[in-house]
C-alpha cells in the first residue's frame, strides 16, 4: 500500500460534505476505486473511474480525478452517521502477470451529530 | 446473482498451530480469486490471486499458502501460525482476467496469541 496514501483519518458533521484524497504513483493506472469497509465487514465498491475521466457523479458521490498531479479524490454531500466507515482507494498496476489492485491504507470516516 | 462466502468470521488461535480459512464463489464461473490481508492501521496487501484451478501466484514471501482446489473455492492454510499472522483476511473475486473489479467476502479476523 505504500504507493497509495491517504490521511488516515476525517471527522465531519451530519450534513456537511465530506471529501476523501487519495494520491497514488503510476501512471499507468487504467481504473481507480473507491472502496467501502464498514467495522468487521468486507470492502464494497463503492464507485470507480476511469482514468480518462475527470469527474464521476452518482448520487451523493463525486469522484474527481486529476491525472498530472496523480490524484483522487471522493466528495460525499450531505454525509450521514451511515457513511462513517474507512474508505479506501485503489490503483490498477500493470504487472507481467496482469492488473492487480493495491490500496491505499484508508481514510476513517467519523460522522458527528 | 453471484456472492462470496468467506468463513470463519473469527478465529482465535495459538502460535504454532495449523490454519485453514476457506472461500467459495457462487453464480460465475472461472472467477479470479484473491487473499488479501489487513494488518491494523495498514492498507490491504495482496497475500495470493488465482485465475484457475492450481493456479496460484504468491505476492509476497510469508508463512502462508493457498490452494484453489476447485474452480469457486480459494483456501488459505498455515502449517504453524505466527504472531506476526494475525490480522483481517478479506476474499475476494473478479469477473474478468485483469481484476479490476474485485468484489470482497466479509473477512475473517484472526488473532494468532
Known amino acids: 500500500g505504500e504507493d497509495v496514501e491517504q490521511s488516515l483519518f476525517l471527522s465531519v458533521r451530519e450534513g456537511d460534505s465530506s471529501v476523501i484524497n487519495c494520491t497514488y504513483t503510476d501512471s499507468s493506472s487504467t481504473y481507480l476505486y473507491w472502496y467501502k469497509q464498514e467495522p468487521g465487514a468486507g470492502l464494497q465498491l463503492l464507485t470507480y473511474?476511469?482514468?480518462?475521466?475527470d469527474m464521476k457523479q452518482d448520487q451523493r458521490l463525486t469522484v474527481l480525478l486529476n491525472k498530472k498531479d496523480k490524484h483522487l479524490s471522493l466528495r460525499i454531500a450531505d454525509t450521514q452517521t451511515g457513511d462513517s466507515a474507512i474508505y479506501f482507494c485503489?490503483?490498477?498496476?500493470?504487472?507481467?502477470?496482469?492488473?492487480?489492485?493495491?490500496f491505499g491504507t484508508g481514510t476513517q470516516l467519523k460522522v458527528e451529530l | 446473482s453471484q456472492t462470496i462466502h468467506q468463513w470463519p468470521a473469527t478465529l482465535v488461535q495459538p502460535v504454532g498451530s495449523p490454519l485453514s480459512l476457506e472461500c467459495t464463489v457462487e453464480?460465475?464461473?472461472?472467477?479470479?480469486l484473491y487473499w488479501y490481508r489487513q494488518a491494523a492501521g495498514r492498507g490491504l496487501q495482496l497475500l495470493f490471486y488465482s485465475i484457475g484451478i492450481d493456479q496460484i501466484s504468491s505476492e509476497v514471501p510469508q508463512n502462508l499458502s493457498a490452494s484453489r482446489p476447485q474452480d469457486r473455492q480459494f483456501i488459505l492454510s498455515s502449517k504453524k501460525l505466527l504472531l506476526s499472522d494475525s490480522g483481517f483476511y478479506l476474499c475476494?473475486?473478479?469477473?474478468?482476467?485483469?481484476?479490476?473489479?474485485?468484489?470482497f467476502g466479509s473477512g475473517t479476523q484472526l488473532s494468532v496469541l
Open positions: 485503489a490503483e490498477t498496476i500493470l504487472t507481467g502477470g496482469g492488473n492487480k489492485l493495491t
Open positions: 473511474i476511469f482514468s480518462n475521466m
Open positions: 475476494a473475486w473478479s469477473p474478468d482476467r485483469l481484476g479490476e473489479k474485485l468484489f
Open positions: 453464480g460465475t464461473s472461472n472467477p479470479n
